[in-house]
């Protein structure tokens, strides 16, 4: 069971770049979500999709664009990537917003 | 306030003895509760639910008191393999359909 994937894994770009982080599901959740996770800072939402099509900003969303043209994909991208945005990126899905989330494994980015 | 807090700790507790975390929630409307455990890194997973009533899977119970906003977990019999953080979860479904992490309370058990 694959559940949660997300694509890359590891990556460093330099200032500037600009990249797309990939998360599927094949669970035909609802209900979408990118998160950063910094040190002492915890989970920061940073866009969710209540469903195909939608996309909604979280607490930190500046810098970030996000999509979500088919149900089991989510894009999280970065037009302009910048040092501050090293960090560890998880994507989740669940069923409905009041329902159990499962995570990918992460994505962890460095921006030199 | 914020909408979710905990106590970051690290809590310290020795093998064998029994520990508790609270994690208090700001919006009175919120509608679903969860605790979720994070190994060092690794992705959250979902240790439980919490529901109105109380509840109990095995050394761990989760408890909800809603009139003073706040959801507890309890671990009983700590074994080295529950240290982790766990990140307690409120969901504010009336609000704007997000979920919402605490920022996870830290737990090293110690032999």
């Known amino acids: 069971n694959a559940g949660v994937t997300q694509t890359p894994k590891f990556r460093v770009l330099k200032t500037g770049q600009s990249m797309t982080l990939l998360c599927a599901q094949d669970?035909?959740?609802?209900?979408m979500y990118w998160y950063r996770q910094d040190p002492g800072m915890g989970l920061r939402l940073i866009h969710y999709?209540?469903?195909?099509?939608?996309?909604a900003k979280g607490e930190v969303p500046d810098g970030y664009n996000v999509s979500r043209l088919k149900k089991q994909n989510f894009l999280l991208g970065l037009e302009s990537a910048a040092p501050s945005q090293t960090s560890v990126y998880f994507c989740?899905?669940?069923?409905?917003?009041?329902?159990?989330?499962?995570f990918g494994q992460g994505t962890r980015l460095t921006v030199v | 306030r914020k909408e979710v807090e905990q106590d970051p700790g690290p809590f310290n507790v020795p093998e064998g003895a029994t520990v508790a975390f609270n994690c208090t929630y700001s919006?009175?409307?919120?509608?679903?509760f969860f605790w979720y455990r994070q190994d060092c890194r690794k992705e959250p997973k979902l240790l439980m639910s919490v529901y109105s009533s109380g509840n109990e899977d095995g050394r761990f119970t989760a408890q909800l008191n809603r009139a003073s906003q706040y959801i507890s977990l309890l671990i009983r019999d700590s074994k080295l393999s529950d240290s982790a953080t766990y990140l307690c979860?409120?969901?504010?479904?009336?609000?704007?359909?997000?979920?919402?992490f605490g920022k996870g309370t830290r737990l090293h058990i110690l032999p």
């Open positions: 919006n009175s409307a919120s509608q679903s």
């Open positions: 669970m035909n959740h609802e209900y």
């Open positions: 999709s209540v469903g195909e099509g939608t996309t």
């Open positions: 989740a899905s669940s069923r409905q917003g009041n329902t159990e989330a499962f």
């Open positions: 979860v409120v969901n504010n479904l009336n609000r704007d359909d997000k979920i919402i």
